[in-house]
């Protein structure tokens, strides 16, 4: 089996080669060759030391040197050249402490994580796969290579990694590697929220987010994401809903655009229903305030799991805001969207559809041709150019200064006065219809 790989790739094999080393592509962008998928990244590895791959190459970063990665920069691009090796004791659960050096491609794969990432390729020698690796992508299976408990022994995140492939390329996971992921879970505790974070985002904004479950079956999300297990156990006895909260919680994922924003908020939407949960004589089931509750167990998961504060925030007032009820006129809807704010609500609006989709047949025949209306008021809301922002209002700070005004809080309060009275008549927007309305207040500053 031949593939066209890049041609600064087949530069750096060549130059090695025509120099007495070995050196092969490895690892996924092998995997993505043989599935027809076009490699995001191309990794080498080869027999040189990394001081022969700095003396061979003009331009190199010793990105990882003491585990024989050199990162050899060519035409604009960066590829990482590592040396054949054998590694050590992985004592933090994480890292080798130490590696050795090897000529040997054979024990260069072998310390691999998966059969799918461990073949490698050279031009004139086709695919390496000593592990089984094409057979495994075949039958679209994650193996692990050798011994399961061995490789999540050396690296716990080697667990999340399993499901993130399974969960990307649509694959099963070999059953004894699966039930050395479940006795392998608690090894996660070693591994930093950073990695956990990273591996999760790229499972959600995954072709097949629903491989999450896999995670819960494993005891994984008990141990990284224990309010999903809360949302599995719970119930809704309710006509508008056919699922638990976490398999509705599923199903919104899979209706949702594959945006980190986006599969974040599905994922953490209805958490806080299980803080909010009553039911009523009738035996049906009621979450009233979930969207607040949920927003700041949000806020609490995401901050653990440290992302960013532009993240965070958009995140947590989108689930503030996914169930919020208003009576559907152009002026209440005005105010909302300058509540969620015009950038975001776009994004309200799909995870509003995205929810409701995840409820039962009676929610759907009755919500989504009611999200389509508002999407109509919406729409015409931005053609007629209403005001949404204060940066939109037709008065601004100097207007009301010019007029006499003395900047301080009472300035603050005319503006966010003048504000509320355009959301509800946009007519209003004119700098001097504004400044007449509010002319004994402006003339009353002190």
């Given at each position: 089996?031949?593939?066209?790989?890049?041609?600064?790739?087949?530069?750096?094999?060549?130059?090695?080669?025509?120099?007495?080393?070995?050196?092969?592509?490895?690892?996924?962008?092998?995997?993505?060759?043989?599935?027809?998928?076009?490699?995001?990244?191309?990794?080498?590895?080869?027999?040189?030391?990394?001081?022969?791959?700095?003396?061979?190459?003009?331009?190199?970063?010793?990105?990882?040197?003491?585990?024989?990665?050199?990162?050899?920069?060519?035409?604009?691009?960066?590829?990482?050249?590592?040396?054949?090796?054998?590694?050590?004791?992985?004592?933090?659960?994480?890292?080798?402490?130490?590696?050795?050096?090897?000529?040997?491609?054979?024990?260069?794969?072998?310390?691999?994580?998966?059969?799918?990432?461990?073949?490698?390729?050279?031009?004139?020698?086709?695919?390496?796969?000593?592990?089984?690796?094409?057979?495994?992508?075949?039958?679209?299976?994650?193996?692990?290579?050798?011994?399961?408990?061995?490789?999540?022994?050396?690296?716990?995140?080697?667990?999340?990694?399993?499901?993130?492939?399974?969960?990307?390329?649509?694959?099963?996971?070999?059953?004894?590697?699966?039930?050395?992921?479940?006795?392998?879970?608690?090894?996660?505790?070693?591994?930093?929220?950073?990695?956990?974070?990273?591996?999760?985002?790229?499972?959600?904004?995954?072709?097949?987010?629903?491989?999450?479950?896999?995670?819960?079956?494993?005891?994984?999300?008990?141990?990284i994401l224990p309010v999903f297990d809360a949302m599995m156990k719970l119930e809704q006895h309710n006509p508008f809903h056919s699922y638990s909260v976490g398999i509705h919680t599923v199903k919104m994922l899979?209706?949702?655009?594959?945006?980190?924003?986006?599969?974040?908020?599905?994922?953490?939407?209805?958490?806080?229903?299980?803080?909010?949960?009553?039911?009523?004589?009738?035996?049906?089931?009621?979450?009233?305030?979930?969207?607040?509750?949920?927003?700041?167990?949000?806020?609490?998961?995401?901050?653990?799991?440290?992302?960013?504060?532009?993240?965070?925030?958009?995140?947590?007032?989108?689930?503030?805001?996914h169930d919020y009820r208003f009576s559907m006129t152009k002026k209440n809807l005005r105010k909302v969207i300058s509540m969620v704010s015009p950038e975001l609500f776009p994004l309200l609006m799909d995870v509003?559809?995205?929810?409701?989709?995840?409820?039962?047949?009676?929610?759907?025949?009755?919500?989504?041709?009611?999200?389509?209306?508002?999407?109509?008021?919406?729409?015409?809301?931005?053609?007629?150019?209403?005001?949404?922002?204060?940066?939109?209002?037709?008065?601004?700070?100097?207007?009301?200064?010019?007029?006499?005004?003395?900047?301080?809080?009472?300035?603050?309060?005319?503006?966010?006065?003048?504000?509320?009275?355009?959301?509800?008549?946009?007519?209003?927007?004119?700098?001097?219809?504004?400044?007449?309305?509010?002319?004994?207040?402006?003339?009353?500053?002190?």
């Amino acid at each position: 089996m031949r593939f066209e790989i890049p041609d600064n790739v087949s530069y750096i094999i060549k130059t090695l080669n025509h120099a007495g080393y070995e050196a092969y592509a490895v690892g996924g962008c092998v995997r993505d060759m043989i599935l027809g998928r076009i490699p995001q990244d191309w990794d080498i590895t080869t027999s040189a030391l990394p001081e022969a791959v700095k003396r061979l190459f003009r331009r190199t970063v010793d990105t990882g040197i003491k585990h024989g990665t050199v990162t050899v920069l060519t035409r604009g691009r960066q590829y990482e050249v590592t040396t054949f090796r054998v590694d050590g004791n992985y004592k933090d659960g994480r890292h080798p402490e130490n590696v050795t050096f090897t000529r040997c491609l054979s024990e260069d794969l072998l310390r691999r994580d998966f059969t799918v990432n461990a073949m490698a390729y050279h031009p004139d020698e086709g695919i390496v796969d000593l592990h089984g690796g094409m057979d495994d992508i075949r039958n679209r299976i994650i193996r692990a290579v050798g011994d399961p408990d061995a490789r999540f022994d050396e690296d716990a995140l080697r667990i999340m990694r399993a499901v993130r492939f399974a969960a990307q390329l649509d694959f099963d996971i070999e059953p004894e590697t699966l039930a050395a992921i479940s006795r392998h879970a608690p090894r996660l505790d070693m591994i930093s929220c950073e990695r956990i974070q990273a591996e999760l985002t790229k499972l959600l904004i995954s072709p097949h987010p629903e491989k999450i479950l896999i995670l819960y079956d494993c005891g994984i999300t008990a141990r990284i994401l224990p309010v999903f297990d809360a949302m599995m156990k719970l119930e809704q006895h309710n006509p508008f809903h056919s699922y638990s909260v976490g398999i509705h919680t599923v199903k919104m994922l899979e209706n949702i655009e594959a945006d980190p924003i986006l599969r974040w908020t599905a994922l953490l939407h209805d958490s806080g229903k299980t803080l909010t949960h009553t039911r009523d004589e009738g035996g049906c089931d009621h979450f009233y305030g979930h969207g607040q509750a949920s927003a700041q167990l949000a806020d609490e998961v995401l901050h653990r799991l440290r992302f960013d504060n532009n993240t965070i925030a958009k995140v947590t007032t989108l689930i503030r805001y996914h169930d919020y009820r208003f009576s559907m006129t152009k002026k209440n809807l005005r105010k909302v969207i300058s509540m969620v704010s015009p950038e975001l609500f776009p994004l309200l609006m799909d995870v509003m559809r995205a929810d409701n989709l995840a409820k039962s047949p009676l929610a759907v025949s009755k919500l989504i041709p009611a999200l389509d209306d508002l999407q109509k008021l919406y729409e015409e809301i931005l053609e007629e150019g209403d005001c949404l922002t204060l940066k939109d209002l037709a008065v601004n700070g100097g207007d009301l200064i010019s007029a006499g005004m003395k900047p301080g809080p009472k300035m603050g309060s005319v503006l966010k006065d003048m504000f509320e009275t355009v959301l509800e008549d946009p007519g209003k927007n004119e700098k001097e219809l504004l400044m007449q309305l509010f002319k004994d207040r402006i003339a009353d500053s002190p």
